[in-house]
């Protein structure tokens, strides 16, 4: 398994919760990563995207100045915080790699069609 996904629960509305995905050393150098997630009847969305240097980030409007995406080199780790969730945030979140190192550092993608690696999926669950 390259991607894992992981920290996903019920939590209530307002509060935080923390997302994981533990990568391959493979899978995480120079690869751009993204969190995206998909609700019940709901196609799948971009929910951040991170560039492989990790300075540069993408956030879908839904999110912004609510979750933060970064990226740990020393553990190969993604990460995904979000803060004042509410029960739209509810959905299966995926972690995703693209393997192959853009020319630029910092270049991140939002479109699922560039990505190459995908996670099995962590569900967040949103009570109001």
């Known amino acids: 398994v390259q991607l894992q996904a992981s920290g996903g629960g019920l939590v209530q509305a307002g509060g935080s919760l923390r997302l994981s995905c533990a990568a391959s050393?493979?899978?995480?150098?120079?690869?751009?990563m993204g969190w995206f997630r998909q609700a019940p009847g709901k196609e799948r969305e971009i929910v951040a995207a991170?560039?492989?240097?990790?300075?540069?980030?993408y956030y879908a409007d839904s999110v912004k100045g609510r979750f933060t995406i970064s990226r740990d080199g020393a553990t190969n780790t993604l990460y995904l915080q979000m803060h004042i969730v509410g029960p739209e945030d509810t959905a299966l979140y995926y972690c995703?790699?693209?393997?192959?190192?853009?020319?630029?550092?910092?270049?991140?993608?939002?479109?699922?069609?560039?990505?190459?690696?995908w996670g099995q999926g962590t569900l967040v669950t949103v009570s109001s």
């Open positions: 991170i560039s492989w240097s990790g300075d540069n980030t």
């Open positions: 050393e493979r899978a995480f150098s120079g690869a751009p």
């Open positions: 995703a790699a693209r393997n192959r190192r853009p020319p630029r550092s910092g270049t991140v993608y939002s479109d699922s069609r560039s990505y190459d690696l």
